[in-house]
């Protein structure tokens, strides 16, 4: 076997060590969380007045805390397998990450959740047309940084896109942004964390709102603007008293989390997308040298 070349230098990365990567990310990923995931979830847990959510959020953190002393996936929907890639690589990486997630669909084992979009028909290894989904971000060329996120598909169906007026401007978009998650419910086995992408074009705003699920709840927005953006539709959100699992309380949300691309004179998009409380990820960069380094936290953003 020929190592494939992933960087412009010498060095090589073997698409065996990638597809061994891959399979390692997402048994981190859907078997134990991030700590700023669980740091807000135990918070939330100490909180809330109402019992039922107390109860609801108790049982989210043991039934992790199980998942990961186990390691066994936390849910029994192990989502979509989205990976972003950036680093100086070159086209056969996806062909590593595919045979990476037909491994671990059946070593972890994940859920074969990819079907024909018409006839349903499962290909019963998470494989087919377009999937897994592979999004190529610019980075630095001493390594090949890899993140996993797996979205399940009760906070993926919650999903909207809307194509506002220029005019309707800042308020239409939060008043957007409520009136999905209110319509959600809880469909989206809240608490859950709020992806908003606002300009850029009809498909590059809701590639924001998922882009901007990556980024940790302890990791302000750098831009000011939107980091107050962030925090008032947080607070309006929790104020819709959904609470837990749609049962009521003061923890609807863990987190909004907002991106944005300048776009048309003539176009406003805003897309939101919703993560379930199981906000999953977990990353690994591989190194000309050959060493691996992995985090639950996420590298993309950092």
Not at 170 to 189: E, I
Not at 197 to 222: E, F, Y
Not at 254 to 279: E, F, I, M, R
Request: aromatic share 4%.
């Amino acid at each position: 076997m020929h190592p494939v070349s992933f960087n412009r230098c010498d060095a090589m990365i073997s698409p065996e060590l990638m597809e061994q990567v891959v399979v390692n990310i997402l048994r981190t990923a859907v078997t134990s969380l991030p700590s700023d995931i669980m740091s807000v979830l135990e918070k939330a847990e100490s909180v809330e007045t109402s019992d039922i959510a107390k109860s609801q959020l108790r049982a989210i953190l043991q039934n992790v805390k199980c998942a990961e002393e186990a390691s066994i996936p936390m849910c029994q929907d192990t989502g979509t397998p989205l990976f972003f890639v950036s680093g100086r690589c070159d086209g056969d990486i996806e062909e590593a990450i595919r045979k990476g997630v037909e491994r671990a669909t059946r070593e972890i084992p994940l859920r074969p959740n990819i079907v024909h979009p018409l006839s349903r028909k499962n290909s019963g290894n998470n494989l087919g047309v377009g999937m897994p989904q592979v999004h190529f971000l610019p980075g630095p060329e001493g390594f090949v940084e890899i993140t996993v996120m797996p979205k399940g598909a009760g906070s993926e169906n919650m999903s909207a896109l809307r194509m506002l007026s220029p005019s309707e401007g800042l308020k239409s978009v939060k008043s957007f942004v409520l009136d999905v998650v209110v319509n959600a419910g809880g469909r989206p086995c809240p608490p859950t964390i709020v992806g908003v992408g606002i300009g850029g074009s009809a498909d590059i705003a809701m590639s924001l709102a998922k882009r901007a699920l990556l980024r940790p709840l302890d990791v302000m927005n750098p831009n000011a603007e939107l980091a107050g953006l962030e925090e008032e539709l947080l607070d309006a959100v929790n104020l819709t008293g959904i609470g837990p699992m749609g049962l009521g309380g003061r923890t609807t949300c863990l987190g909004v989390k907002v991106d944005l691309a300048y776009c048309h004179t003539a176009s406003l998009p805003v897309a939101v997308n919703l993560q379930c409380w199981a906000a999953r990820r977990a990353s690994a960069r591989m190194f000309r040298d050959g060493r691996v380094t992995y985090s639950k936290e996420g590298f993309l953003l950092d």
